[in-house]
């Protein structure tokens, strides 16, 4: 799904390489996103581009291009001469993204609930429901798919390139916070909770309710941020 | 709070001379607080194929190629091809599959969308840094507030361009967040293009100039809230402005 047809949303995708949907730098994108994502590559390891070749199992030019990529998306920072660092996402980062998310993500709720077509509230209806059921059983593979499809619709609906390509760059950390807190059932349940009444809310087409849930669910992840904050105070060592 | 006392006090210090505002040669004061950063090749392309296309030496509309860039910076294919993706991604190169380069036309539409996205990124960046500037930094503020002020008065749009840039890279800087400082830098090209393009018939740049001190004397004084309300006072009249541009049509 590309919301934004007439623009590149990761030109890296589109250079040159026209039709294949999937290149090899598209490719080994995925996959190293999904090692950061996961954390099979730990946070704050410093590691050189032939490694992260050899972890995917793909040639250079590909992963040099991934690697750019993940750079952007602040997933990793490359120091010259030094090697590529996977960035950690400490509590404090997580504030500062989450302060981003909050208005970016009011915004995304509010132009959705405006603009979305009937066929997609259906949509957004059952995926609350999805949600919910998310909720009810704590299942995570569950919430993780109803998330993916929310996110995407939001920003089918939206119809602003430049509200896409502000979330895009702020999907990787995302994810990963996410990812961190994922076994924990009671953080499952009250985020898919949360997660229902803001698609819900974009369904009724009610921008003012949308920004409302919006604001609620990064209300509960600012909250989960700052216990992480305090229990790294208590413990005293890194994050 | 002894952050905004010292502010306070930077604010009401004899500002530069007129005679040092006014010196094209010396850089930027934001320089100052820039990490140390040797220029790629990448970025040298990029630097310039940008410029060109903000400053319409490049027409809106125009034909470019990875050869006819090259040629024009003096800079080899590959870091061209890499500069040409990072355009892309900032919406000054359209890649057609197959059929080469495009620089976009002006669209107001697409502007207006732009705006919007803007308003809440930048409203962000500008509490953020009335929070989190240093003392050096409230000072460079300060000074810029007053040169607003004067570029306002004599309707100078030279130095108006020079502290619009010089106060865009500050806010990013003092506002301390990656991730807004990321999507501004994809707005940019495309917000300085489009003034360009337009401020000689459809700007008023004294209102305008104005406007960006408000701004900057609420960061100085460490005004969170009124900064945030500077900026949409600022944006609603860059929204005007835009709109505006299309009666003009």
């Known amino acids: 799904m590309r919301a934004s047809s007439g623009s590149a949303p990761d030109a890296a995708d589109a250079a040159g390489r026209a039709g294949k949907p999937d290149t090899l730098a598209t490719l080994a994108y995925r996959l190293l996103e999904e090692a950061i994502v996961t954390q099979r590559i730990a946070p704050g390891a410093t590691v050189s581009e032939a490694q992260l070749s050899d972890l995917i199992g793909m040639s250079r030019m590909p992963t040099r291009e991934a690697v750019r990529r993940l750079q952007r998306e602040n997933l990793l920072e490359v120091r010259p001469k030094r090697g590529i660092v996977v960035r950690t996402i400490d509590p404090h980062t997580q504030l500062r993204l989450l302060a981003m998310r909050r208005e970016v993500e009011r915004l995304l709720a509010r132009l959705a609930a405006r603009e979305c077509s009937d066929a997609q509230r259906a949509q957004l209806l059952e995926l609350a429901v999805d949600f919910e059921n998310a909720a009810a059983s704590t299942d995570t593979l569950c919430f993780v798919h109803a998330d993916k499809a929310f996110n995407e619709l939001c920003l089918a609906a939206c119809s602003n390139e430049f509200v896409v390509d502000t979330i895009r760059l702020l999907q990787g950390p995302s994810r990963r916070f996410w990812f961190q807190r994922a076994g924990d059932a009671q953080v499952l349940a009250e985020s898919a909770c949360r997660h229902a009444a803001l698609a819900r809310a974009i369904a009724s087409g009610d921008a003012d309710v949308a920004a409302a849930a919006s604001d609620s669910l990064i209300d509960f992840g600012e909250r989960l941020a700052r216990s992480a904050l305090e229990s790294d105070r208590a413990n005293i060592g890194p994050c | ?249």
């Open chain 2, 1 to 249: 709070m002894p952050v905004e006392r010292t502010a306070r006090k930077s604010t009401t210090a004899t500002r530069p001379s007129r005679a040092r505002a006014s010196t094209s040669a010396r850089a930027p004061r934001t320089e100052r607080f820039k990490r140390p950063q040797t220029e790629s090749l990448t970025e040298q392309a990029y630097t310039q194929i940008e410029e060109a296309i903000v400053t319409l030496q490049i027409a809106p509309g125009a034909s470019v190629s990875e050869l006819s860039l090259s040629e024009m910076t003096g800079i080899g294919r590959t870091p061209i091809r890499e500069a040409i993706q990072r355009l892309a991604r900032e919406h000054l190169i359209v890649i057609l599959p197959q059929r080469g380069l495009l620089v976009p036309e002006i669209d107001v539409k697409k502007q207006l969308k732009l705006l919007r996205t803007r308003r809440e990124v930048e409203r962000l960046v500008c509490r953020s840094a009335a929070r989190s500037a240093t003392p050096e930094e409230r000072e460079v503020f300060s000074q810029l507030a007053a040169e607003f002020a004067e570029a306002a008065a004599a309707n100078d749009d030279v130095s108006f361009v020079r502290l619009d840039r010089e106060f865009n890279e500050l806010c990013l800087i003092a506002a301390r967040n990656e991730f807004a400082e990321s999507a501004m830098r994809l707005m940019h090209g495309l917000s300085r293009r489009f003034w360009y393009y337009h401020y000689k018939r459809a700007a008023d740049l004294p209102e305008m100039a104005r406007l960006h001190g408000a701004v900057a004397r609420a960061i100085a004084d460490g005004n969170a809230e009124d900064a945030g309300k500077a900026l949409d006072a600022l944006l609603d009249n860059i929204e005007a402005f835009t709109l505006a541009t299309l009666t003009e049509l």
